[in-house]
């Protein structure tokens, strides 16, 4: 039987359709997937995001253990900071895509739901004798994500932010910066609440930390603080979550990223740090950095409104360059946009090439990423 997150009976009464998703049951959506796209692009969105693998990382050689199996720079981290990375396996391939918070005196990881119990394996089989405790509080803690231009007015609006705040027992008085965290006790056993900005859609936003028992009093809170703004919070299921995150060209674990692909080859090289000493996967990643044959991420701009799937042949005159990856139509743009993996000689932005939509060639071209970029404030 799949996993429940804490919000699951919140989930059922607002009339979520729900799907098993990397062994949990989540909602896919509750009015309709271009609804809930256009509050978060507009408005205010929610998205339960409890089935993501929360880590945390206590002892004196927290930092070492995390140094060796993450591809960025833990150890430059500021106390407060969330920094992304990759975690590799020895041949350079990703083993998952991780957001890694430093949190004085312990250390949060956050994994993706369908890694997380491979990701546990993999600590313990490198932790050696490092003086460090892994404890996976997944199933203690919940996670909820704010998103949306108006999402923010809980923690920037100065009327509001002291209602926010004293539920949130004084976690801070200053607005959380762009990928950095607060937390209301300690993220140990007495943990209240952590808050932090990081975000999956391309829009501001901000994600909630706590323990599950807390979770619904507290999103009553929210939502009243944000009606009072005049802000509506809609709920938002995986379906408007996958067509925001492919418009903000954001690579999706099992799509845009696997085993078999490295860091270089999916456009995520600024988040691997050569110079920071050893960590794995490092010597074979340092061999794939300079291999010019290996295939590389781009995207794509389709004709007409055709969409092309996850595995559609991309061509160019008439031969294969390519595989997609994600595709939608999006709701923003008005177009057919994909991701996929091409030939890094056909990767320059213009290219003119076809993708395979269900046996029929549909006129593409190479596009920058990202497809979407929130409007300027």
């Not at 062994?23 to 271009?34: C, L």
């Not at 890694?115 to 490198?126: L, S, V």
């Not at 952590?194 to 930390?209: D, P, V």
């Amino acid at each position: 039987m799949p996993n429940r997150t804490p919000l699951y009976e919140w989930h059922v009464a607002q009339g979520a359709r729900m799907v098993d998703f990397a062994g949990w049951e989540m909602p896919i959506q509750y009015t309709s997937i271009v609804e809930e796209h256009e509050a978060v692009r507009k408005g205010a969105g929610l998205f339960d995001i409890s089935h993501m693998g929360r880590l945390v990382f206590e002892g004196p050689d927290a930092l070492d253990l995390i140094q060796f199996l993450y591809t960025n720079d833990a150890a430059s981290m500021k106390p407060g900071q969330a920094r992304y990375g990759l975690i590799c396996n020895e041949a350079g391939g990703i083993l998952d895509d991780v957001l890694v918070y430093r949190l004085d005196p312990v250390w949060l990881m956050v994994v993706n739901a369908s890694n997380r119990e491979k990701i546990i394996d993999w600590i313990e089989k490198h932790q050696g004798n490092r003086q460090v405790r892994v404890t996976d509080k997944t199933f203690d803690w919940a996670m909820l994500a704010f998103q949306g231009p108006k999402a923010t007015a809980m923690v920037e609006t100065p009327s509001l932010r002291e209602q926010t705040w004293t539920f949130a027992e004084n976690i801070g008085r200053t607005p959380v910066k762009y990928y950095h965290a607060a937390v209301a006790g300690s993220p140990g056993a007495s943990l209240r609440y952590i808050l932090s900005r990081t975000g999956y859609t391309g829009e501001n936003g901000y994600e909630l930390i706590a323990p599950k028992e807390q979770v619904l009093q507290d999103l009553g809170a929210i939502t009243e603080t944000l009606q009072k703004a005049g802000v509506r919070l809609q709920p938002c299921g995986l379906g408007a979550r996958d067509t925001l995150r492919l418009e903000a060209a954001m690579a999706l674990y099992g799509h845009e990223l696997n085993e078999s692909i490295d860091p270089f080859q999916a456009g995520l090289g600024w988040a691997v740090k050569m110079d920071k000493g050893n960590f794995a996967g490092r010597e074979a990643l340092t061999r794939r950095q300079g291999d010019v044959s290996l295939r590389v991420r781009v995207g794509l701009e389709l004709e007409g409104k055709r969409i092309a799937r996850e595995g559609s042949s991309v061509l160019r005159d008439g031969a294969s360059i390519g595989t997609v990856t994600s595709g939608t139509f999006s709701p923003t743009l008005g177009k057919a946009i994909a991701m996929a993996y091409i030939d890094p000689k056909q990767k320059a932005a213009g290219t003119v090439c076809e993708v395979d939509v269900r046996g029929k060639p549909s006129p593409a071209r190479v596009v920058a990423m990202p497809f979407y970029r929130k409007p300027k404030a």
